[in-house]
């Protein structure tokens, strides 16, 4: 994921680290942090705006979400114009996120004039979210919502940039209606899908007095509007 400025590129990986990479004058990109952030995969990781500071926040299989601020004397923090004087210190975690009974599968930061709002997406069709009230106290996050959409789970969520609308999340996910025929001892039994990489639905959440109301649902591939 690269961060707002496109000068920085943060990556995931199945060992459980993270490495963040930064452009130099020249346009190389050179390797500046590696660092084990989970003990399982991580299969996510957000910049979230720079305007809140030098932060990222990871998911991983292992149900978690972790909030991660860069060190404030680190060179680069301080100035965009300079990345090959980063020094290797370590990120810090500020917050350890673990409400999730199951992976989380995607999290979005919300659009900076909202904010510092994060959206987590988790494989048992729940979103949550969460705020930090405080942004000089990045150990404090609040669950603002927690909302089941479906019970074969969330792949994706995006968050609408819209400034003029209330706040908007696209959620994808498996239409819970889809089943297949499964033969087990020559008895044939319908089976709900469980897989995520075949996403054929697509739901639209709003919220509205502090609660998300479902929008509109858009099953694929046929675009049916419910």
């Known amino acids: 994921t690269f961060d707002w400025y496109a000068k920085r590129l943060a990556v995931s990986s199945s060992d459980g680290k993270i490495k963040i990479y930064s452009k130099s004058a020249d346009g190389k990109w050179k390797n500046n942090y590696e660092f084990r952030a989970h003990d399982d995969i991580v299969n996510k990781v957000k910049w979230a705006h720079p305007d809140f ?3 990222i926040a990871t998911s991983s299989y292992d149900k978690t979400v972790i909030i991660w601020e860069e060190p ?3 060179p680069f923090f301080q100035s965009q114009d300079s990345p090959d004087q980063i020094e290797n210190k370590a990120w810090t975690i500020r917050a350890k996120l673990s409400d999730s009974k199951e992976v989380i599968e995607d999290i979005k930061f919300a659009p900076k004039s909202k904010g510092l709002l994060l959206a987590t997406a988790s494989s048992d069709g729940i979103f949550r979210i969460y705020e930090a009230p405080d942004i000089m106290n990045l150990g404090s996050w609040q669950i603002l919502s927690t909302n089941k959409v479906n019970s074969n789970g969330i792949s994706a969520l995006s ?7 209330p706040l908007m999340l696209a959620i994808g996910c498996k239409d819970d209606s889809q089943t297949k025929k499964v033969s087990v001892n020559n008895k044939v039994f319908d089976e709900k899908y469980k897989s995520l990489h075949d996403d054929n639905l697509l739901m639209i959440y709003s919220e509205n007095k502090e609660e998300w ?12 509007e419910k």
């Open 53 to 55: 500071g030098s932060i």
């Open 159 to 165: 968050w609408s940039q819209n400034n003029m609308h």
């Open 213 to 224: 109301k479902l929008l509109k649902y858009m099953t694929f591939p046929h675009l049916t």
């Open 72 to 74: 404030k004397n680190n």
